[in-house]
């Protein structure tokens, strides 16, 4: 079957540097996708990982190890409007597929 | 970038009336797009797979005659909810490819029937 694992809550302070980790069981993989979601709001692209290693874009990067079927996000100088849930989705199949998804991840940052 | 719009953005209905929602790929040519719900606090499930000029492929527990799926064209597909009761109160997202791996989300639908 198809397992997506994330913690289902977080919390940090402003400033700080959380990770979000994602492990995953899936018949297939060609890919590792992070997704920022906003109560009520459509996911938005955060990252897309497929190779083992550390990807950085600003203040978020994400990291792959296929071999360990686990990923991490890491976000750095944690502002307010962080808070979100933070999705971990799986490309098991071919491109043009559907994602599997995790059930997201709620990061709260308080002040 | 790719930008999917959906409509309504929300809803509201009496049981057993029938909702259409819309998904649309604004400036690219989608070969696919996927239907999706998403519960409070729970992840996005796939519903449904649509690709233009055949028919849907549904996920198993989904029930096609429930929730008609029409792809009418490259940049159209559409969701029909018929007989919404309560339990199909939900938020409906929707997403397109042109066949990459990067998926574009539609904004969502939210549907409360009453």
């Known amino acids: 079957g198809q397992n997506i694992d994330q913690p289902t809550e977080m919390t940090a302070t402003e400033g700080a540097i959380v990770q979000i980790n994602c492990t995953y069981q899936?018949?297939?993989?060609?890919?590792l996708f992070w997704y920022q979601q906003h109560a009520g709001e459509a996911p938005t692209f955060l990252s897309y990982?497929?190779?083992?290693g550390l990807e950085e874009k600003g203040r978020f990067s994400s990291f792959l190890s296929r071999s360990k079927g686990y990923s991490y996000l890491l976000l750095k100088e944690l502002q307010m409007k962080d808070s979100a849930s933070y999705l971990c989705?799986?490309?098991?199949?071919?491109?043009?597929?559907?994602?599997?998804f995790g059930k997201g991840t709620t990061l709260s940052v308080s002040s | 970038g790719a930008v999917v719009s959906q409509h309504p953005s929300w809803v509201i209905c009496k049981s057993g009336t029938s909702v259409k929602i819309e998904c649309r790929s604004l400036?690219?040519?989608?070969?696919?797009m996927f239907w999706y719900r998403q519960f409070p606090k729970q992840s996005l499930m796939l519903m449904a797979t649509?690709?233009?000029?055949?028919?849907?492929?549904?996920e198993q527990g989904v029930e096609k005659d429930k929730f008609l799926i029409n792809h009418a064209s490259l940049t159209l597909s559409t969701l029909t909810v018929t007989s919404a009761h309560p339990e199909d109160s939900s938020f409906y997202i929707c997403?397109?490819?042109?066949?990459?791996?990067?998926?574009?989300f539609g904004p969502g639908t939210r549907l409360l029937v009453l």
């Open positions: 997403s397109a490819t042109t066949g990459e791996v990067t998926q574009y």
């Open positions: 899936t018949s297939g993989f060609n890919g």
């Open positions: 990982n497929v190779l083992d």
């Open positions: 989705a799986v490309l098991a199949n071919q491109a043009g597929t559907a994602l599997i």
């Open positions: 649509s690709n233009e000029g055949s028919k849907a492929t549904y």
């Open positions: 400036d690219f040519q989608a070969t696919t």
